[in-house]
């Protein structure tokens, strides 16, 4: 096996089973940089228009500031702040971009 492909199937076959297994995080063991990550993933899984928004993490207040198209990718992101493990305070920037 080629070593592209040997990283690749570690990528994508050995590396969620090992995530899988590890215990869960606790919010006192997730970095800003790892609670980012979370809330950057879920926003995506979410299907929430990234297009103009940010995403920020200091010492566990998380602050989400942008635009979204509708008020429902709004409720989403304050459901997805205020479940994320690691978010201590949620800080939500988001206004619903009015058509011109």
């Known amino acids: 096996m080629s070593p592209s492909r040997a990283a690749a199937f570690a990528m994508f076959f050995i590396m969620p089973v090992l995530f899988a297994c590890a215990p869960a995080a606790t919010k006192a063991q997730l970095s ?18 990234m297009t103009h928004l940010t995403v920020e993490v200091h010492g566990g207040a998380a602050t989400v500031s942008g635009l ?33």
């Open 68 to 100: 979204v198209p509708n008020q429902a990718q709004q409720r989403r992101i304050h459901d997805l702040l205020i479940r994320t493990p690691g978010v201590k305070e949620a800080i939500e920037n988001v206004v619903v971009e009015t058509p011109p």
């Open 32 to 49: 800003d940089a790892g609670v980012k990550a979370k809330i950057l993933w879920e926003l995506r899984a979410g299907e929430v228009d």
